[in-house]
């Protein structure tokens, strides 16, 4: 057996069911996201997700609802991280383990501000938009290296370049849809949000937002059910 494979295998058996633990809290949470996010989109209709990110949802009657959408995303990225740790054997995943923290540590922050307080809700978007993608890149490589993990290197591979891509892309549809409306207003842009956007703007921006989410979620989805696969794989074979 070589090094990396005997690194990857529990200590014990508490510790390999506490990382179990860990990596179904993770699919939990994240299940959870997700039917909150479709949750918003039933309770609250009056914001079209076509060019109203999730944030927004904030001045809905639903507040609530959000924060604990935001919560339950960081969450699940703070109990992947300790459901694969002893998994992770390079530096640059070791720095992926931290900024999944940090990109947890940015959807607690949501949680409790929300776009309403400006300086807050701004730092916890840059801490998981940004810092997720990031996370998953060098978490997807380093657990490729990982013998047990090879086989879904690929797919997580995929799917982290998809978190980066839906960021990038609501980045361009941001700016499109600010020029598009800038150059209606006679070079201004309106001070509070339109109930419906005039003819001729491009409304991706929503879209894209909550595709982030998505593939956010689909990463940590896979990560936390091949750590799942592996600590039952080991629990099996120390049994016998």
């Not at 639903?62 to 740790?85: D, K, N, P, Q, R």
């Not at 086989?151 to 995929?158: E, I």
Request: with cysteine.
């Amino acid at each position: 057996m070589n090094k990396a494979a005997t690194k990857s295998l529990p200590g014990s058996s508490s510790a390999s069911q506490f990382r179990e633990l860990a990596a179904w809290l993770a699919v939990l949470l994240t299940g959870a996201t997700i039917l909150l996010l479709t949750a918003l989109h039933l309770l609250s209709p009056e914001f079209s997700p076509s060019w109203r990110v999730i944030s927004e949802y904030a001045f809905g009657h639903y507040a609530w609802v959000l924060s604990l959408m935001f919560f339950c995303m960081g969450s699940s990225s703070w109990t992947l991280a300790t459901a694969i740790w002893s998994e992770v054997h390079t530096r640059g995943g070791q720095v992926g383990l931290w900024l999944l923290l940090i990109a947890g540590l940015g959807g607690a922050m949501a949680s409790f501000f929300d776009v309403t307080h400006e300086i807050g809700h701004a730092i916890a978007g840059f801490l998981g938009v940004i810092g997720f993608p990031i996370a998953a890149l060098l978490l997807s490589v380093a657990l490729g290296c990982n013998e047990n993990w090879r086989a879904a290197r690929s797919l997580l591979l995929r799917v982290a370049n998809l978190s980066w891509i839906s960021v990038a892309l609501l980045v361009a549809t941001l700016a499109i849809m600010t020029m598009q409306m800038s150059r209606l207003n006679g070079g201004h842009l309106p001070q509070h949000a339109p109930k419906a956007l005039p003819p001729g703007v491009l409304a991706l921006d929503g879209w894209a937002d909550r595709l982030i989410v998505l593939c956010n979620c689909s990463w940590v989805l896979l990560a936390a059910w091949r750590a799942i696969q592996l600590h039952r794989k080991h629990s099996d074979a120390g049994s016998h």
